[in-house]
């Protein structure tokens, strides 16, 4: 089944720890996307990749990091520095990047702090 | 800045179709409509999306003005599943990202 996988479905970071999401996809795409939601708000753009080896900050990379080793793979790495980590984390896909291309999404993470 | 306008809430009887409108009163010619729901605690699920002619997928149908000024998206058979958040968004070519408004927020009764 084709699709995008996020792991761990929840999770919880210590102060001052690092953690990383896990977002694979087997749809063959060319473009990943890693978006942030809030409660009562809407998507807001970490970070974006068109290609393997490339990637652009989104509108609030601040305290985020990404890598785009493989084409399935978009690991986001919340660092220490993010000071309100607590969100809904969500990765996307698309064949190509572009606005009549749809983006599919995976089932998120949800990051709480302890 | 909202591109899209749509009812905050409707109901709907489960075996009915479910219409769905929204206003983009302003859209212009390279911009796109999509539709996304969301089932509460799940990832966005892209349902359908068009720029000019009407679309038709097994999901659902979309029905765009010939103004394009609004849309209607058709659930042609509702079920209990299709309690979602039901969210509208005009992109444009060039757009890399996805913007959220508040959505409609539809149950489907038994």
């Known amino acids: 089944d084709g699709g995008i996988t996020q792991s761990p479905k929840y999770l919880f970071r210590k102060e001052g720890q690092n953690v990383t999401l896990s977002c694979e996809q087997n749809?063959?795409?060319?473009?990943m996307y890693w978006y942030r939601q809030d409660p009562g708000q809407g998507l807001r753009l970490i970070y974006y990749?068109?290609?393997?080896?490339?990637?652009q900050k989104g509108d609030i990379a601040e305290g985020y990091s990404v890598s785009r080793e493989k084409k399935e793979s978009f690991p986001l790495t919340v660092t220490s520095a993010q000071k309100n980590p607590t969100a809904f984390y969500l990765c996307?896909?698309?064949?190509?990047?572009?606005?009549?291309?749809?983006?599919?999404f995976g089932d998120g993470t949800r990051l709480s702090i302890l | 800045d909202a591109k899209t306008t749509q009812p905050t809430s409707m109901d709907c009887a489960e075996g009915r179709a479910a219409n769905l409108p929204c206003n983009h009163s302003?859209?212009?010619?390279?911009?796109?409509v999509y539709w996304y729901r969301q089932i509460h605690s799940q990832g966005p699920q892209y349902i359908i999306h068009?720029?000019?002619n009407n679309e038709t997928n097994e999901m659902a149908s979309l029905i765009i003005t010939e103004d394009r000024k609004s849309s209607t998206l058709i659930l042609p058979h509702a079920t209990l599943r299709d309690t979602a958040v039901y969210y509208c968004?005009?992109?444009?070519?060039?757009?890399?990202?996805?913007?959220f408004g508040a959505g409609t927020t539809v149950t489907v009764r038994a």
């Open positions: 996307a896909s698309s064949i190509a990047q572009g606005g009549n291309q749809p983006q599919h």
């Open positions: 749809l063959n795409h060319d473009a």
């Open positions: 990749s068109q290609i393997v080896n490339d990637f």
């Open positions: 302003t859209i212009s010619g390279n911009e796109y």
């Open positions: 068009g720029l000019k």
């Open positions: 968004i005009v992109r444009g070519v060039n757009d890399y990202k996805l913007s």
